[in-house]
């Protein structure tokens, strides 16, 4: 059995998609203070920020809080001399962590992706299927994997993963 | 537990347990399967066959069984028909009961179909059946069906979980006999990832119910426990006994059924009874094994008449004796091993009647020091007994017996390498099909491919490892000791079968005999997939395990063609059954599919909402208030949209931000509007076709900077639509500069509409002036609600003044309340999709997908004003100009009132010219929409009628059961034409 809070919602967070190309990305990251991986599917974050990647031209960014103003207007800014959207989805999808030793085997009793380490390391992150839901996956630790799912598929994806936890 | 030896097997004999079979008690132990307890109780006889109803006996010892199908039940819903005996695992109290037999197994009245068979031999149904032809479905066809199948399956719901996981390895092992083991051992060091599964209870294959070969040294049950101990203790293997390979899917995608919970005596509740394992293998080993292929001789399926390595099993792994006289009838050496141990054991050998001229190698000159009587060149000419075998009738000898143990050599199973797609190839000298080329990143080793000796097949599973790996060391040897065996194999009928009164069985489950096939190649069947399905040898659940080689080589022989060119049959999965809970997995109830809700549902559900589902969405329906019928809650909720304010949750609309300098070029080419002239700040009804002109989704876009439009899609729609967008982006026009983000769940959406609604949301807002001239019809812009931040639209789906606020989702609750308190003065009235629907065909304004049916072009639907006249192309626009799309008479958008005023139309029914007529009718339209209860004093309908605007004023006629409705043809725009509510 797993830990008692093996499955938990994270905070509210606040997120913005970039679609841009690397020079604007060079240019948003100096704002967000944290870079972006030139490398597929790989996340890098830094205090209370992250950018996950998601396609050649989209990566996530993602605040933990959002106790602090989104640097929106700073963004636009930097990113003014390039082509590129930003849209504010903070509100469009949910944060849900899973952890523990069963993490890896819970999630793959509806993920059909490899979540070894060695094929899924720490900081992997990819948009993949719950089942019936989209996800996006990002590992944070060995033992700590972070789902982003759309607002609605929340209640659904909680009671998957409880279902499959059970023995 | 009269047959059972008095020590040895692998049952435990501490304490043993009940179980019953058809009502009936004995007792068994913990190891046995249903089959050996029967045996160890005497018991052959335990079912009737599929179509003579003929005793039958426990035939095998594993997944080949044809005969011991049994249904086994722990309470009403917990009912498994059609289970292999030889695959039941027993447990305390189990309960068992016979199949297709009435009223008893041991009388049963469908016996009579045996003395009728030559009224019903092979393709019957085509012949019999066939006159007068109006009896087939009400005479022949329900007889048929009552007849047909094997089992009950249960009635009532599944109370049992299945789980389900997605598993990955370098080397997936299907078979955990000595090959499988061997295959293991060797990788096991390599780092890889190894799962080895076995449809057993037990991991070890032959090495459980072979005690006399040596490994390395060590007896074989020793090695064999040292062996799983080693691999075991490896955290890099996943050992999975009770799980069946049942399906080889493309790229290594194999499935795995485990049983997890079928054997306990009473399984915990809610432990999950099976779970499916969905393992992408970088490497598959098969290590499946064979099965033993049985002789085809008169009178070949009495009870008591099984193959002899069965027996073999019974005695080693189970200490269950077969019978007290054995007579043995074999083509090849492990039979006299066979022989020899039966005898020690203290069953009486009559005879071992070997089909070859010779004998075999040393083990018969040991069967004749252990006073064995060998027969050389054995045929058999027919056999005795009513529910069990008595005696049996060789060439020159009579011999009482009450086992017949028959061998005809190995079938190697095939199944899952052909199911990979692997190319299989005739082996003469085995005569059997052997993998040979391979589709996928497969290796079958040991005796699923033909070889038998155990030194090599152990050497064949380490060396399909080492290879699968790419491993640079030289894989383990095992040294053996055994005696040398000859194996020889037979293939098709014995001499004299089916010259004889007595039926000689190829397939004993579906009841094919020898003359069965031979009357198939005789009418012209001379495909073997042809004959198959004629005779329907080979089609039963055992999938013709142990018949198909003897059924294609009786066909070969009667065609006079070899083996190969006769063909084999596709091996299809499962190997065994599966049950349908274990697909299903987790998709039941609740969690089949997602069920989305907005953020004001919970909001919905305290105010008694009803919702529907639209798509995986809930919404609400309508709000009725305590004892409210829905006519009467739908009829309140309009008037007051009408007359007050109403308030609805818009959420589920599909939302797309499309960004990016090229945005507008990339709205042109898509879209069959002009969004040159768009400003920001101004929103437009847009329509997207597909490439075939016709309308695929529409919704209100609003342009909220000069490279930035927000686009609404229908809820239905917004996948489909973002899915068209990109692949048009992606792949079409990849230098355009801009990105697409879906926004759907982003924002909350709140539709205030009614001719309050400026009242009741003035208050509200603050940093915009939503007044009639600052804030006009189609407007957007961002300000604030009740402080925080807001996008709205002036839009409506009414017909009246309405807005369309836009809040982060995480606020829309928060919002939703405020403006309903706000109401409370003007009467503000939540209305579901119901009454949306009714105000918005009082107003003419169509939905996709129900006054639009795939077929329809806008300007079909009425919106030809909406298609940019300048433009020179969007998706669609070619297909527009093909004559046919341009036709006066195609169906176009009108509205239907009934002439009497009261009668409110069935959507979907059709609408025609003249009434009265007598089929075949002319109809020229269909009504889409239809409404009771209504703003407007009448019951109105929206239709497409062939020509119909220029019909305006006729009267058509709705043709029903025993009556036409006349109506009329009238402007899809009941309330209020002019829209002078809409721009208040």
């Known amino acids: 059995m797993p830990d008692a809070d093996w499955l938990r919602v994270k905070p509210p967070a606040a997120r913005l998609l970039l679609q841009a190309d690397a020079h604007a990305r060079a240019a948003a990251a100096a704002v967000w203070g944290v ?69 890896a085997v819970i999630l793959a009793g509806a993920c059909p992706l490899d979540l070894s380490l060695q094929a899924f390391p720490v900081q992997m992150c990819t948009r993949t299927v719950l089942a019936k839901a989209e996800i996006v996956l990002w590992r944070t630790a060995p033992e700590n994997f972070h789902i982003e799912v759309w607002r609605s598929f929340q209640a659904y994806v909680e009671a998957l993963l409880r279902e499959i936890a059970r023995p | 537990m009269k047959f059972r030896t008095p020590s040895g097997g ?100 469908g016996r009579i179909n045996d003395s009728l068979s030559r009224f019903l031999p092979a393709g019957f149904y085509y012949k019999t059946f066939m006159w007068p032809r109006g009896a087939w479905k009400s005479l022949y066809e329900p007889a048929i069906r009552r007849a047909a199948g094997l089992g009950r399956a249960p009635t009532l719901p599944d109370p049992d979980r299945y789980a389900q996981r997605y598993a990955h390895c370098e080397l997936l092992v299907i078979g955990a006999g000595p090959a499988g083991i061997a295959a293991a051992l060797t990788a096991a060091d390599s780092g890889a990832r190894i799962i080895l599964c076995d449809e057993q209870a037990e991991l070890g294959g032959s090495l459980l119910s072979d005690p006399v070969p040596s490994i390395d040294g060590k007896n074989s049950s020793a090695w064999l426990e040292a062996s799983l101990a080693k691999l075991g203790a490896n955290p890099r293997v996943t050992l999975l006994p009770r799980t069946t390979a049942f399906g080889y899917f493309p790229h290594n995608f194999v499935g795995l059924s485990q049983r997890l919970t079928d054997h306990l005596d009473s399984p915990p509740p809610g432990l999950a009874r099976e779970r499916l394992w969905q393992v992408r293998a970088r490497n598959v080993v098969i290590a499946a094994g064979a099965a033993e292929r049985p002789l085809i001789f008169p009178g070949n399926d009495l009870p008591g008449i099984m193959l002899a390595g069965a027996a073999h099993t019974y005695l080693h792994r189970y200490g269950v004796r077969v019978g007290s006289k054995a007579v043995i009838l074999t083509c090849n050496d492990d039979a006299y091993q066979t022989a020899l141990d039966l005898q020690a054991a203290g069953t009486q050998v009559g005879a071992i009647a070997d089909i070859r001229p010779a004998g075999g190698g040393p083990l018969t000159a040991a069967a004749r020091s252990a006073g064995i009587n060998i027969i050389y060149n054995a045929t058999v000419q027919g056999t005795r007994g009513d529910q069990r075998i008595t005696g049996v009738t060789l060439a020159n000898t009579d011999l009482d017996c009450d086992v017949l143990l028959m061998s005809g050599g190995y079938t190697p199973s095939v199944h899952l390498f052909s199911q990979s797609r692997g190319k299989l190839e005739w082996s003469d000298a085995l005569k059997a099909f052997v993998p040979s080329v391979s589709a996928e990143a497969e290796r079958s080793a040991g005796a699923c491919r033909g070889i038998y000796g155990l030194e090599e097949v152990l050497a064949d599973g380490a060396n399909a490892a080492a290879h699968a790996l790419q491993l640079n060391r030289a894989p383990p040897v095992f040294e053996i000791d055994s005696p040398e065996r000859r194996r020889d194999s037979f293939l098709g009928a014995l001499p004299g079968a089916g010259t004889s009164g007595s039926k000689s069985f190829v397939d004993w489950q579906h009841d094919v005999t020898t003359r069965d096939l031979a009357l198939a190649t005789r009418e012209g069947f001379h495909s073997i997939e042809h004959v198959k399905r004629y005779t329907t040898t080979g089609m039963a659940t055992d999938q013709g395990k142990g018949s198909n080689l003897n059924a294609m080589s009786i066909v070969a022989q009667q065609l006079g063609r070899p083996i190969p060119q006769v063909g084999l049959t596709t ?78 949750d818009a959420s589920t609309l599909g939302k797309i931000e499309v960004v990016g ?79 697409l983000t879906s926004t759907t769940e982003q924002w909350a959406v709140i539709a205030v509409q009614g001719p309050h609604a400026r009242k009741v949301l003035e208050p509200l807002v603050t ?39 836009n809040v982060p989702a995480d606020f829309g609750r928060r919002v939703w309340e405020a403006v309903y308190a706000a109401g409370a003065d003007f009467g503000i009235t939540a209305y579901g999709t119901e009454a949306m ?148």
């Open chain 2, 571 to 648: 091996f299809r999965m499962p190997y065994t059954p599966v049950t349908f809970g274990s697909f299903a997995g987790i998709s039941r109830r609740d969690l089949f599919d997602p069920v989305r809700t907005t953020p004001t549902h919970a909001w919905a559900e305290t105010q008694g909402a009803v919702f529907e589902n639209v798509g995986l969405w809930k919404r609400a329906h309508y709000f009725p208030r305590p004892g409210e019928s829905m006519h009467a809650t739908v009829a309140r909720e309009c008037r007051a949209v009408r007359d007050g304010v109403g308030i609805f």
């Open chain 2, 661 to 739: 300098p090229d945005a507008a070029e990339f709205m042109n080419r898509l879209y069959v509007n002009n969004w040159n002239t768009l400003k920001p700040g101004r929103t437009r009804y847009g329509i997207l076709l597909r490439e075939d002109g016709f309308v695929y989704d529409d919704g209100v876009v609003a342009r909220l900077a000069e490279d930035r439009f927000h686009v609404t899609t229908t809820t239905g729609g917004a996948p489909r639509v973002l899915a068209m967008m990109e692949d048009y982006r992606q792949t079409e026009w990849p230098q355009l500069k801009v990105w």
């Open chain 1, 35 to 103: 870079p972006f991986s030139e490398e597929s599917c790989r996340a890098r974050a830094a205090a209370g920020r992250a950018t996950l990647w998601l396609g050649p031209d989209e990566h996530l960014m993602w605040q933990e809080s959002r106790e602090a103003e989104l640097p929106i207007v700073e963004l636009a800014h930097a990113l003014a001399p390039f082509a590129h959207s930003l849209v504010d989805v903070s509100h469009r999808q949910i944060a849900l962590e899973v952890s523990g030793p069963e993490a």
């Open chain 2, 767 to 805: 940093d915009l002036d939503i007044g009639a001239a600052a804030f006009p019809h189609m407007s957007v812009a961002r300000g604030k609600i009740c402080g925080l931040p807001m996008m709205l639209f002036r839009v409506s789906f009414t017909g009246e003044l309405g807005y369309e606020i």
């Open chain 2, 837 to 984: 629907h009714v105000l918005r065909a009082e107003k003419g304004y169509i939905i996709v997908g129900q006054e639009t049916d795939g077929t329809a072009t806008p300007d079909d639907a009425g919106l030809s004003w909406a298609v940019a006249k300048s433009k020179t192309d969007f998706v669609g626009l070619r297909s527009l100009q093909r004559p046919a799309m341009q036709s006066a008479n195609r169906k176009q958008l009108v509205g239907l009132k009934a002439k009497d005023g009261r009668t409110v139309l069935e959507e979907g029914a059709q609408v025609a010219e003249r009434p009265a007529q007598r089929p075949p009718m002319q109809l020229i339209g269909h009504v889409t929409s239809s409404y009771g209860e209504t703003t407007v004093g009448y019951p109105i309908a929206l239709g497409m009628v062939a020509g119909g605007r220029a019909r305006m004023g006729q009267t058509l006629y709705v043709p029903m059961p025993g009556r036409d409705i006349e109506v009329e043809v009238t402007s899809p725009v009941f309330y209020d034409p002019q829209g002078v509510r809409i721009n208040a």
């Open chain 2, 10 to 109: 692998r049952i435990d004999r501490r304490q043993p347990i009940s179980f019953s079979f058809d009502g009936k008690a004995y007792q068994g132990y913990p190891g046995d399967t249903l089959a050996s307890a029967l045996l160890a109780n005497g018991v052959h006889l335990v079912g009737r066959s599929f179509k003579y109803h003929r005793p039958r006996g426990i035939f095998s010892a594993g997944a080949d069984e044809p005969n011991a199908l049994v249904t086994v039940s722990r309470d009403g819903a917990r009912s498994t028909p059609n289970l292999r005996a030889t695959q039941v695992e027993l447990y305390r109290n189990l309960t068992a009961i016979s199949q297709n037999r009435w009223p008893s197994l041991e009388f049963d009245v």
